[in-house]
């Protein structure tokens, strides 16, 4: 499935090389699908592309990024077009593509945060990372080795994607919980908040951190009010494991999925297998063949 489901750009933390093993978790069919943090919307996307959802709606606190979402969606050729003219321009540029970049970067904290910035900085930046320093200015570099997607490539990817979603989808900036308070039966909200990180330090790969408690009292909430959830939250890689468990009397599920050898680890010599847990509410029920071989895995690997 993966290899059709379009993407817009890469975007570090992205679920989509995940998402055909995240949406068997999911029923068949449901009314709305709510992602408080979609990054670039790889789960919205997904199963939008399966026709599972009638509704979505997609909130990141980072408000560029549903910016450049929206965009997409609803405006599709406008993007399309202004990204091509973004993107042609670095080869015109008098010291080059990395200046370019710079240049672009700094219209960006200067405050044009356009969606085809955004766009640009994503496709152009290290690893589609999202850094921002302590004065909020986007501060990533551009990755020296690439000049960001083709605009062939985002127009065929932009086009699908508004196909898929256009009229079905609403957008906020909020904070998480905001969008959790409502939420109600009959919704399926997809949770994949920043890592806890792998150090004690704290981790500014993403816009914000989230808090521990005031996330699990948040989820707590989501059951009390009876509606189903999934989360993606932590990991394991090699013997580390990274975050904390989410508590048992949340009373979900934790699945371990399989996330491929580490290039972290690979870059230090090692082979080492990811983990990433999934956690799912009480009442979603599992897929009958998951549950002796999810069983054996969390033996094993735990
Ligand atoms: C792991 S990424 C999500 C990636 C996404 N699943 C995808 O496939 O692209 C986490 C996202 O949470 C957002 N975020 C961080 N703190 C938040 C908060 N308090 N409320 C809402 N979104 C938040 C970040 O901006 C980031 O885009």
């Not at 091509?84 to 904290?109: A, C, M, T």
């Not at 490539?153 to 957008?171: D, E, M, P, Q, Y």
């Not at 330090?201 to 914000?208: C, G, V």
């Not at 508590?247 to 599920?253: A, G, M």
Request: proline share 4%.
């Amino acid at each position: 499935m993966n290899g059709r489901i379009p993407h817009i750009v890469q975007y570090q933390g992205s679920k989509r090389m995940l998402a055909s093993e995240i949406l068997r978790y999911m029923p068949k069919k449901f009314n709305r699908l709510i992602e408080p943090f979609s990054g670039m919307a790889a789960i919205s996307i997904a199963v939008a592309f399966q026709k599972r959802a009638n509704e979505y709606h997609i909130n990141d606190l980072n408000e560029p990024i549903v910016c450049l979402l929206q965009t997409v969606i609803e405006n599709p050729a406008e993007i399309v077009d202004k990204y091509k003219r973004i993107w042609e321009e670095q080869f015109n540029f008098p010291d080059g593509h990395i200046e370019h970049f710079n240049y672009i970067r700094e219209l960006f904290n200067a405050g044009d945060k356009s969606a085809e910035n955004m766009l640009y900085l994503l496709a152009r930046c290290v690893k589609g990372a999202v850094r921002y320093g302590k004065n909020r200015n986007f501060n990533q570099s551009p990755d020296k080795r690439r000049n960001g997607t083709k605009p062939t490539t985002i127009a065929t990817n932009v086009h699908a994607i508004s196909h898929i979603l256009k009229g079905r989808v609403l957008f906020s900036a909020l904070d998480y919980r905001r969008v959790l308070e409502i939420a109600k039966p009959g919704d399926l909200v997809y949770m994949d908040p920043p890592y806890q990180g792998v150090t004690n330090t704290r981790d500014n790969r993403y816009f914000s951190g989230v808090n521990f408690d005031e996330f699990v009292s948040a989820v707590a909430v989501l059951n009390r009010n009876q509606v189903d959830y999934i989360i993606s939250y932590d990991g394991i890689c090699g013997e580390k494991e990274y975050g904390s468990e989410l508590p048992q009397e949340l009373n979900c599920t934790k699945i371990l999925l399989d996330a491929g050898l580490s290039t972290q680890a690979t870059l230090l010599g090692k082979r080492h297998t990811t983990y990433e847990a999934l956690y799912i509410s009480q009442n979603l029920s599992l897929p009958i063949d998951i549950t002796q071989r999810q069983l054996t895995l969390l033996e094993s690997v735990v």
